[in-house]
């Protein structure tokens, strides 16, 4: 049999509706900002931010608990959140379900404890602090008087909406294998993406047969570098043009981005690249002292290709650019 008594203590503990709104705001406007900052400060600014990344989770589960809906005491029952929860919603715990209610005391932190008759406890988030010992004893109180006088025993009989259901056992098991199985082909697929191609020789991959067509008098000029080769004449101050050829050997992931990089500062510094090989090669022209010199790059399966043509023969930019183009794709192609 269960009752209720008069109690002249508050039915609720915890933040009221004005200050969950207002926590609400400012946690908006905090995740705001980061993401602000993140964004548009230097780089070099954002190791500040980094270093005080291991204070979020304190920063935000502060927020959250001044977030939560009160703790509800009710004729039938307590809704309520418990302390180590991150669910949405409120339980409800009825009276009956209830065995003592107590306080729990753990270095300066102080709440009310719910011992439940299936032998479970459930540490409330609220209340908390000062108001625990004088909202323990109405609850207490509330708690007596609901069960008509007499507290109900630890039975150790579950209490049925306590019981895990099939699917969130499931899930529970199904995530941490996933998560760990998914971590695993990342690291091996990262790993087998960042290994260097085999080391080329510029000067193997020159296409003679191109180059001769911006320059017939040129040959090839090694210099004793690997990366590194020229097409040109013995004497090119009297020809005043020549290419030179660099093929970087780097990681795919390192290649891609010096390419992203190099495209980035040509816009940048206000020339316009023309696009090549569906986005992964580009070559810009402009107008020099001498002539006109053509620059091309391409990404291509970790090889970073870099040639650069400087031409006093060429009649336009447009025809600096175009022979450059010529040159760079039959590179890429015997490097694909």
């Known amino acids: 049999m269960s009752g209720t008594v008069a109690d002249p203590e508050p039915a609720q503990y915890g933040p009221g509706t004005a200050q969950r709104r207002s926590w609400a705001a400012i946690a908006v406007l905090l995740a705001a900002?980061?993401?602000?900052?993140?964004?548009?400060v230097p780089d070099v600014l954002v190791i500040g931010l980094v270093s005080a990344a291991p204070l979020a989770p304190l920063v935000f589960g502060a927020i959250a608990v001044r977030t939560r809906a009160p703790t509800v005491v009710a004729p039938d029952g307590i809704h309520c959140h418990a302390a180590s929860s991150v669910q949405l919603r409120r339980m409800f715990v009825p009276w009956t379900a209830i065995a003592r209610v107590g306080v729990q005391r753990r270095g300066r932190r102080t709440s009310a404890v719910l011992q439940l008759t299936d032998g479970g406890r459930i540490v409330l988030l609220h209340p908390a602090g000062r108001q625990v010992p004088e909202a323990v004893a109405s609850l207490q109180r509330r708690h007596l008087a609901a069960c008509g006088g007499t507290l109900p025993a630890v039975d150790r009989v579950p209490l049925p909406w306590r019981r895990l259901r099939p699917w969130v056992l499931v899930t529970a098991i199904a995530l941490p294998v996933v998560s760990v199985a998914a971590l695993v082909t990342w690291i091996i697929a990262d790993i087998g993406g960042t290994r260097s191609p085999d080391t080329v020789t510029a000067c193997d991959l020159i296409p003679r047969d191109v180059a001769a067509r911006v320059l017939p008098e040129g040959r090839v000029h090694g210099y004793d570098n690997r990366a590194a080769?020229?097409?040109?004449?013995?004497?090119?101050?009297?020809?005043?043009?020549?290419?030179?050829?660099?093929?970087?050997?780097?990681?795919?992931?390192?290649s891609e981005r010096s390419y992203k990089e190099t495209l980035k500062a040509t816009r940048d510094a206000g020339r316009t690249p023309h696009m090549l090989r569906d986005g992964d090669a580009y070559t810009v022209a402009w107008?020099?002292?001498w002539g006109f010199t053509a620059h091309g790059r391409a990404h291509v399966k970790g090889y970073l290709v870099m040639v650069a043509l400087h031409s006093r023969r060429a009649a336009s930019a447009d025809e600096a650019r175009r022979q450059a183009g010529d040159v760079l794709r039959a590179v890429t192609e015997k490097l694909a």
């Open 229 to 254: 080769c020229r097409w040109s004449t013995d004497a090119t101050w009297k020809s005043g043009t020549w290419i030179d050829f660099h093929i970087a050997s780097w990681t795919p992931s390192a």
């Open 33 to 40: 900002g980061v993401v602000a900052y993140a964004l548009l």
């Open 287 to 289: 107008q020099d002292a």
